[in-house]
């Protein structure tokens, strides 16, 4: 499992833009044991979809250092292209909290989101994302930045990727495997 070493000295490898975006590699996450238990329920809401045949994303909404909302991709039960794991859970936070905006809240992902999701964090005013895994599509990642990127009409979203890239990457391989072998 690609868990980061708590404790360990990790230096910001941060890249920041002149735009503000703050994309970091190996950010300085802060501690990392307590971010542990957001990722494992996030990894358990991506095998719960994985189960299921969807393609195996979970994520959970944190605020105050409580999980209020988790959700899995669900496209292929609802037949919707909207039923990804991050906008379900942004539906359910906003339910919970009677708030459209989530402020003060963190996403924890098993993948990197993709365009539509990271529009919606931003939209949904989410202060950071932790990512287990980056899209290996350098395009898409650079579209991601541009979509988190400050504006005038909204606030900075924070994206940390990479921060378990060993599970990110078995939990997908997983499912494909199993996929291509039905
Ligand atoms: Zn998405």
Redesign the pocket.
């Known amino acids: 499992m690609g868990v980061i070493e708590s404790g360990q000295d990790r230096k910001i490898a941060a890249l920041k833009s002149s735009s503000h975006v703050h994309f970091f590699i190996f950010g300085d996450v802060g501690n990392m044991d307590e971010r542990k238990k957001f990722f494992d329920k996030a990894f358990e809401e991506a095998t719960k979809a994985k189960k299921k045949g969807e393609i195996p994303?979970g994520a959970v909404i944190v605020k105050d250092g409580k999980i209020i909302a988790k959700a899995h991709n669900l496209k292929e039960k609802n037949k919707c292209s909207l039923y990804?794991?991050?906008?379900i859970a942004i539906m359910k936070a906003s339910k919970k909290l009677g708030n459209w905006r989530l402020i003060d809240c963190d996403m924890y992902v098993t993948l990197e989101?993709?365009?539509?999701?990271?529009a919606a964090i931003k939209q949904a005013r989410i202060g950071n994302i932790f990512s287990a895994l980056s899209n290996d599509d350098k395009k898409i990642h650079n579209n991601i930045l541009n979509i988190l990127k400050v504006d005038k009409s909204n606030s900075q979203v924070n994206l940390y990727n990479d921060l378990y890239i060993e599970q990110g990457r078995e939990i997908l391989k997983d499912f494909f495997i199993s996929t291509r072998n039905k």
């Not at 990804?84 to 906008?87: G, N």
């Not at 989101?113 to 990271?118: D, F, K, R, S, Y």
Request: proline share 9%; charged share 20%.
């Open positions: 994303v990804h794991a991050e906008l989101p993709c365009e539509m999701c990271a």
